[in-house]
């Protein structure tokens, strides 16, 4: 497990920021497990609103449907914390958005919630950018319910940087 500091979050967000900003990009995020918190470490970013436009925290089977578009019939079949799922997240915050780069999160942040095919730390994490295709990646996070998100939020940021 790696342990990310808040000053290791804030300097991936600063980094983030410069590159979205050079390519005048636009980023908006789709977060069930980390509940926002990969927009507030963007946000925390004097002057990012130059590349911020929006973050939708999406916890619950309806607001993945609503907010984002998720099919039922995915969450049905796949569940929640699936590549589908989080492919869905991804394309719909784009198509709901002004951004140019997008990133979904889903996953099981615990304590409890985990399966013996899904355990606590499991997080799909996408990747889009307008007009191409998405990325998604597996990731098994350690640690307790917040170094499982706050791996997720590094994860994610550092994902972007190639997005």
């Given at each position: 497990m790696t342990n990310y500091s808040d000053a290791d979050l804030r300097a991936l967000a600063e980094s983030l920021g410069q590159?979205?900003?050079a390519n005048h990009d636009h980023l908006v995020t789709a977060e069930s497990c980390t509940g926002g918190w990969i927009a507030?470490?963007?946000?925390?970013i004097a002057g990012s609103s130059d590349w911020f436009d929006c973050g939708m925290a999406a916890y619950s089977y309806e607001a993945k449907q609503a907010l984002l578009g998720v099919r039922p019939q995915t969450l049905e079949t796949h569940g929640a914390v699936s590549r589908e799922t989080a492919i869905e997240m991804v394309s719909g915050a784009l198509v709901n958005s002004g951004a140019?780069?997008?990133v979904a999160v889903t996953g099981i942040a615990g304590p409890g919630g985990g399966t013996e095919d899904k355990p606590v730390g499991t997080v799909w994490i996408a990747w889009k950018r307008r007009g191409g295709y998405p990325k998604a990646e597996l990731f098994h996070f350690d640690g307790?319910?917040?170094a499982v998100r706050r791996q997720t939020v590094?994860?994610?940021?550092?994902?972007?940087m190639t997005a």
């Open positions: 590159r979205l900003r507030k470490t963007v946000t925390d140019s780069v997008a307790d319910r917040e590094a994860a994610s940021l550092q994902g972007l």
